[in-house]
């Protein structure tokens, strides 16, 4: 059973910086693309970035220039380098993968909260 696993959330003040990390266990077939979403307090969950297996990147417009994705293939696991947090970063962040085999799977996520 494949599991997802998100670590790296906390609470940090406007302009610090934290890494999320997703690592999936279990028997996955090959990871096609990792993603990073995020779900703030009666909004609807967007996707924040995601990264394919070739490594070609994507971010929604509010966090360009501040977050970046990676993964490391050989450990099934994405990261999120976030930087200059705002306030309004705050959510539960959750990572999901689409396996080769065209089945996604979710992770139960992380609580990022940017405060002072």
């Known amino acids: 059973q494949v599991q997802l696993v998100e670590s790296g959330g906390g609470l940090v003040q406007p302009g610090g910086s934290l890494n999320l990390s997703c690592a999936a266990s279990?028997?996955?077939?090959?990871?096609?693309?990792m993603g990073w979403y995020r779900q703030a307090p009666e909004k609807q969950r967007e996707l924040v970035a995601q990264i394919t297996g070739g490594g070609s990147t994507t971010y929604v417009d509010s966090v360009k220039g501040r977050f970046t994705i990676s993964r490391n293939n050989a450990k099934n696991t994405a990261y999120l380098q976030m930087n200059s947090l705002k306030p309004e970063d705050t959510a539960v962040y959750y990572c999901?993968?689409?396996?080769?085999?065209?089945?996604?799977?979710w992770g139960k996520g992380t609580l990022v909260t940017v405060s002072s």
């Open positions: 279990g028997s996955i077939f090959s990871i096609v693309i």
């Open positions: 999901r993968f689409l396996s080769g085999n065209g089945l996604f799977y």
